[in-house]
Every structure is written in structure tokens, then in C-alpha cells.
């Protein structure tokens, strides 16, 4: 391989697949920050662009390299970037942001309408080296495991749902077992939820919640009704948060029926356009519900590692680990939906 090229993982052509390819090493502009990568974890986005969907046909702009979860060491400094030094682990957020907007100069940097995601609208970290605007990159803090901070994006997503509303002594429901689910019911438990209920139809996911989340109630929808579980719960009055991750109409309406007076829901996933779901509940049971999207710049980070620092455990979450020239078996894992957090090394 020549000396300024590196291996990557392409969307090279407008169809299925990926490519991985010898590609030139990034240049580090002023104020960027160049890492060469570690470790990277497959996301449900990798996926969708891998399968080259009606999203990303819509989305991609090929050729480019994808991926956006990883960890890394910060090998070179672009000019004027002081607060890092060369040979710092670091992870970074995924959404570069505008700063003029009216959210970016309020603070509000997540609600930033002129987003580019990383490995989305422009290169990703499923390669060998990745550049980005130092105020991205996040140092990590001692004693975090390599392979958890490559799904940091994931458990950041879980990070902010979960906590968008005070979870302490509440009963929580979490429609959608894949990994951010889990993550969100660990989360919950380690903060102080009274119950916990989980739901998903896939045999694989229910399985790992449950070797997650011991204590929850994990259980699949089409085997038993929200009501039955409830009184299986010891419940009279519905619960008082809702996580929803998984994506389905139905899911989403039973929460909401589901919900009691005053109810809070967060909504992560990413739901039809046609969705019904009961306003009367909505309305007369005084819901709020809450879109979710992103991370908070950078409260949740900071969250997330001081509560990895004091005891949340989501190792259990990653189940596959590969090299990256062996990414098409990671890809292959995660289609057949029996898998948690995949994580690619590029050490």
C-alpha cells in the first residue's frame, strides 16, 4: 500500500454492497484534528446505506466512505488546535454543525437544522484514518473499554432518550429491543426506574434484553397484550414513561393506550408517516411527547461516560467482533437480525 493511502470501506457504486478500497489519507485543514481509528461499530444506518434503500438512494452521494460509531487516536493536529494532544483516545460526534443558525447560537447545537452527519453527507470513520473539526472530538474518559467507545454514538442515542425525563421511581416501557433499547433499559435500571418493561417480536433480541436487564419484563407483544402485562406488573394506572425504539406503528399506538394520566413518551424511532395512534389518549391523558434525534452537544457525553465511570455495564450489548476485511460478516450478522453491537477493528 502506498504511503499515503489507507484501506476503507466505500459506497462505491449506487447499488448494494460495499467496497473496501485504497483510498488517499485525509488532509488535516486548521481547526480539524486527524485520528486514526481503532475501532468502529456497525450502525442500523450503516445498514440501511449498505442495502442502498430508497433512504439512501436519496442520501448517498457516492462515491464515500460510511461509518459514523468509533475510537481512536488523535495522530495529527491541524493548526490552531491546542485543547488536544497527539496520542489522546478520543470518540467524536457524528453531526457537524453550522453555528449560525439560530439553535447553534442560542446553544441548542443538536437542534442545528444545517447538520452534515459524518459517514452520511460527507467521509465516515469505517476506515484507517478519519478527520474532523476538533470542537467534534471527545476525549474519553480513564478506564472506558475500547470496544464500548466505539458504540458511543448508539449508547448516546440511548443516553438522551432515556433521560429526556426524570426516570426515577417511574415505570418505563421500551418498545424495541435491538441495541439501543437494551442500552436504554440498563440505563434506566442504573438511574433508579421502579419497573421495566421491554418489548420486541424477535426471539434473539428478547433473549439478550433479558441477559441484559435481568430484573425487566421482557416479553414479546404478539404473545401477550400491554394490559395482561400490566396487571402481570402489579399496574392500575398505566406507565409513567415511554421509550420508543423501535420504529413500528404498532408499538407506538400501544404505547401511547398504554400510557397513564400525564404520561411521558420519548420517540426515537423513526415512525411511518401514516401512523395512527389514539389523540383522545394524547389529548385527555395530558401526554407529552418528545422527538428524539441525535445527542445533546455535549451533556450527554459527558453523562454517558460519568455513568459508565460509576457502574453502567452495556458490555453485554456488543456480541460480534470482526476485523475490517471482514466486514461483509459483520454486515451479514446484522442483517440476520441475531446480533446486538457489531464492532469492526482497524488497529
Known amino acids: 500500500m502506498a504511503e499515503n493511502t489507507m484501506f476503507a470501506l466505500v459506497k462505491a457504486e449506487p ?13 488535516t485543514n486548521p481547526g480539524e484534528v486527524k485520528i486514526k481509528v481503532l475501532k468502529s ?29 468509533f475510537v481512536g487516536e488523535i495522530v495529527e493536529l491541524g493548526g490552531g488546535v491546542t485543547q488536544y494532544s497527539l496520542g489522546d483516545i478520543v470518540s467524536g460526534e457524528g453531526h457537524i454543525i ?8 442560542a446553544g441548542r447545537l443538536h ?20 478527520v474532523i473539526p476538533a470542537e467534534n472530538v471527545v476525549r474519553l474518559a480513564p478506564g472506558i473499554d475500547l470496544d464500548i467507545a466505539s458504540c458511543f454514538d448508539a449508547l448516546g442515542n440511548a443516553v438522551h432518550t432515556a433521560l429526556k425525563f426524570d426516570l426515577t421511581g417511574e415505570d418505563v416501557l421500551i418498545t424495541g429491543a435491538g441495541p439501543i433499547g437494551i442500552m436504554a433499559g440498563i440505563i434506566c435500571r442504573h438511574i433508579g426506574a421502579k419497573k421495566i418493561a421491554i418489548t420486541d417480536l424477535n426471539p434473539y433480541r428478547l433473549e439478550l434484553a433479558k441477559n441484559a436487564v435481568p430484573d425487566a419484563y421482557v416479553v414479546n407483544p404478539s404473545e401477550i ?49 401514516k401512523t395512527d395512534i389514539n389523540w383522545d389518549k394524547v389529548v385527555f391523558g395530558g401526554l407529552t411527547i418528545q422527538g ?37 460478516k459483520g454486515f451479514e450478522v446484522m442483517q440476520s437480525g441475531e446480533s446486538g453491537k457489531v464492532v469492526l477493528n482497524w488497529a
Open 111 to 130: 437542534l442545528c437544522k444545517n447538520t452534515i452527519g459524518v459517514g452520511v453527507n460527507r467521509d465516515g470513520c469505517f476506515a484507517q484514518y478519519l
Open 41 to 69: 461499530a456497525i450502525c442500523g444506518t450503516d445498514l440501511h446505506i449498505y442495502n442502498w434503500d430508497e433512504w439512501s438512494q436519496r442520501t448517498i452521494k457516492v462515491p464515500q466512505i460510511i461509518g459514523h460509531e
Open 292 to 328: 428524539i434525534y441525535g445527542r445533546e452537544m455535549f451533556d450527554t457525553w459527558y453523562k454517558m461516560m460519568s455513568m459508565l465511570q460509576t457502574g453502567l455495564d452495556v458490555s453485554k450489548i456488543i456480541t460480534h467482533r470482526f476485523d475490517f476485511k471482514d466486514f461483509e
Open 225 to 273: 397484550s400491554l394490559p395482561d402485562l400490566m396487571k402481570k406488573m402489579d399496574m392500575t394506572e398505566g406507565f409513567d414513561i415511554g421509550l420508543e425504539m423501535s420504529g413500528s406503528p404498532r408499538a407506538f399506538a400501544d404505547m401511547v393506550d398504554s400510557m397513564g394520566n400525564g404520561g411521558k413518551i420519548a420517540l426515537l424511532g423513526i415512525l411511518s408517516g
Open 98 to 105: 453550522c453555528k449560525t443558525c439560530r439553535n447553534c447560537m
Open 15 to 27: 447499488k448494494a454492497g460495499l467496497t473496501l478500497k485504497e483510498v488517499p489519507i485525509p488532509q
